[in-house]
């Protein structure tokens, strides 16, 4: 049934966007206040881990989002240590946590659960499911609304947990805080022309350390939406790269909001169409080979960074660390 199969498309494309929006903004946050953060990944990927071990310990799901949101506001603790208090080079310094996250997310997984870096899988009760119970299913809504208003506005739209209108709601937030708001001006200011905002008598390390501890906690919500509503388990390297893309659905959109979503939900949309297309029959190709399938999202973003990476305007003093003048 078409109908079926739009609304299906539209609930998994909302569900893969939404890890990758949270930590797009993570990045554009930093970002805008003049911090490179490479590190997404690794936060996402650590914040993960956290989740799924604090809830499957505890059986929590409070516990789960508290862990996984300390995790990653710690890395960009880290992160904001080197960089910002001892101005050290951004680049490395996300890069160092990426790996750092790779490897101690699969030590601390054998020494604690002894499953091959895997956590124990989180009982139902404990993760995250949607707010409207059944409509996860298309059928169910179908009954409850008929057939197109409920496949697509039913399953496609209100089948979804809290992170995920959270994850959208978030985009008019932060534009609004950025756009709007005292704290948000002087954090674009910052990332722009510091030594102004210096002037001004307000702390360019102060907003830099805020802006951290905001990416924190996006990330963290990222990552425990990957194993408290997307998985039912940890597994090693499970983020596959989400991070990068996020970073690059953040540049594609010129480090604004607006364009960000634009560029994440299209993101999520070929992930969410290589899942659908996997042993898929083309005539006259046949069978489109699952690996092709797989690599199109991350094939998208090399085409999009390579066409538009030139006419993306970085915040001026990205990646610079600010020295005080005496």
Known sequence: MDEILIGSMLASTLRVTTPLLLCALAGLISERSGVIDIGLEGKMLFAAFAAAAAASASHSTGMGLAAAIAVACAMSLIHGFACVTHRGDQVVSGVALNMVAAGLTVVLGIAWFAQGGQTPPITADVRLTGLIPGWSEPEAAVAALGPWLGAIVGHGLLS???????????????????????????????????????????????????????????????????????????????????????????????????????????????????????????????????????????????????????????????????????
């Open 160 to 326: 979804h947990n809290l992170l995920v209108y959270l994850a959208f709601f978030l985009v008019a937030g932060v534009w609004f805080f950025l756009e709007r708001t005292k704290p948000g001006l002087r954090l674009r200011a910052v990332g722009e022309n510091p030594a102004m905002v210096d002037a001004a008598g307000v702390s360019v390390p102060r907003l830099r350390y805020a802006a951290l501890m905001l990416n924190g906690l996006l990330c963290g919500l990222a990552g425990a939406y990957l194993t408290l509503a997307q998985n039912a388990s940890f597994s090693p390297n499970m983020t596959a790269g989400r991070g990068y893309i996020a970073l690059a659905a953040m540049i594609f959109g010129k480090w604004k909001p607006l364009p960000t979503l634009a560029a994440c939900l299209l993101f999520g949309f070929l992930d969410a169409l290589a899942i659908r297309m996997q042993g898929a029959v083309i005539p006259g190709v046949g069978e489109v080979p699952v690996q092709l399938i797989q690599a199109l999202p991350y094939l998208l973003t090399v085409i999009l960074l390579a066409g538009f990476i030139g006419q993306a305007l970085a915040p001026k003093a990205l990646g610079r660390p600010y020295l005080k003048e005496r």
